[in-house]
């Protein structure tokens, strides 16, 4: 079975921090990556994925992240956060293999950031 | 955005009633899921789809079940509604095994009093 482990449930951030938030997963086999974003109000919106390739990924709004297998982790990061990253943050996986196709998420990183 | 739409967005309803939430896509993806989204725990699986008439369960799947009878349509049904019901509500679609990511509906919000 797959899972999804966030660790930082909520970060508190001035503006120009830089921001790392961690995810690790599990499952055997060959797995998507991706990260999402819900501000306030909204529906999650995608931010990055990784497929394959390069693991080292960007994504819109100058977010990153990483893809270290060994780890079975896909930390996100940011050099340098903006009030309007304020959001939830959401880590997923998707692993996949013969018909299905699964998607779960972690529990979610709450940040708010500081002007 | 996706074509996906949720209706209803908002609905209250009383302990013991039915409740049907739908979800429409217009982007003939092969696969829909239904979460849903309560504080300090994420998004959390349903039921998903992977063909029309083709399901499978999720992470928190008792209380619940679905319907799919054509590609656009996947309905998400509450028999005997409970308060541990009440959450919002997100549809999901994707369109490719493994190589796509997921595109989400605006959600419903639905109370159970």
């Known amino acids: 079975a797959q899972s999804v482990s966030q660790h930082n449930h909520h970060v508190i951030l001035s503006e120009a921090a830089s921001l790392e938030l961690g995810c690790n997963y599990s499952?055997?086999?060959?797995?998507?990556l991706f990260w999402y974003v819900q501000y306030p109000g909204q529906h999650l919106q995608l931010l990055l994925k990784?497929?394959?390739?390069?693991?080292l990924v960007k994504g819109i709004k100058g977010f990153e992240a990483e893809f270290i297998k060994s780890k079975f982790s896909f930390n996100l990061r940011k050099p340098s956060v903006q009030w309007s990253d304020t959001a939830e943050y959401f880590c997923?996986?998707?692993?996949?293999?013969?018909?299905?196709?699964?998607?779960?998420f972690g529990t979610g990183t709450l940040l708010a950031v500081q002007p | 955005d996706a074509g996906i739409t949720q209706s209803p967005r908002h609905k209250v309803t009383e302990t013991g009633t039915p409740v049907t939430l739908r979800c429409h896509q217009t982007?003939?993806?092969?696969?829909m899921y239904w979460y849903r989204q309560d504080p300090g725990h994420g998004l959390r699986l349903i039921h998903y789809?992977?063909?029309?008439?083709?399901?499978d369960k999720g992470e928190v799947s008792d209380g619940y079940s679905v319907s799919r009878s054509k590609t656009e349509d996947f309905l998400l049904t509450l028999e005997s509604a409970t308060s541990s019901q009440t959450s919002v509500y997100f549809c999901?679609?994707?369109?490719?095994?493994?190589?796509?990511?997921?595109?989400f509906g605006q959600g419903t919000r639905l109370t159970v009093v």
């Open positions: 499952y055997g086999g060959t797995v998507n």
């Open positions: 789809s992977y063909g029309v008439k083709d399901t």
């Open positions: 997923a996986v998707n692993g996949y293999g013969g018909a299905t196709n699964k998607l779960i």
């Open positions: 982007e003939n993806h092969r696969y």
């Open positions: 990784y497929f394959s390739g390069d693991p």
């Open positions: 999901a679609i994707s369109g490719g095994q493994g190589n796509t990511e997921a595109f």
